[in-house]
């Protein structure tokens, strides 16, 4: 069966403070409530990551990455809107990836 596979890149580190204000499973624990608000399942993960900000310093940080299949666009965008604002992670963007699969359920 050809599927998508949706995939989101979540950095901790809060947009205004540039700092891990949440713990590492605080943050897990916001965002799979969100998930089950929005999907009927999903994987998730810790990676360590980096990137160059706006303002050219290169900023460390720990990450949540998720995987969802059996969901349209439509919802992880609602997802994504909801990690972040400032209730939940304020994050000034999400890592948002597509694959597209040939996926059975067996």
Same mark, same amino acid.
């Given at each position: ?11 901790l580190s ?37 990137? =160059? ?8 940080? =720990? ?9 349209? =666009?439509?919802r ?7 990690? =972040? ?22």
């Open positions: 069966m050809k599927i998508t596979k949706h995939i989101l890149t979540i950095g809060d947009k205004d403070t540039k700092h891990q204000i949440y713990t590492t499973k605080q943050a897990t624990q916001k965002v799979e409530q969100i998930l089950q608000s929005y999907a009927d399942g999903w994987t998730i993960y810790q990676t360590n990551g980096g990137y =160059k900000h706006m303002d050219g310093v290169f900023i460390k940080e =720990k990450s949540l990455r998720v995987e969802l299949e059996f969901i349209d =666009k439509k992880v965008l609602q997802i994504i809107d909801k990690i =972040k604002s400032k209730e939940c992670l304020n994050q000034e963007s999400v890592i948002y990836a597509i694959q597209k699969l040939n996926s059975n359920l067996i």
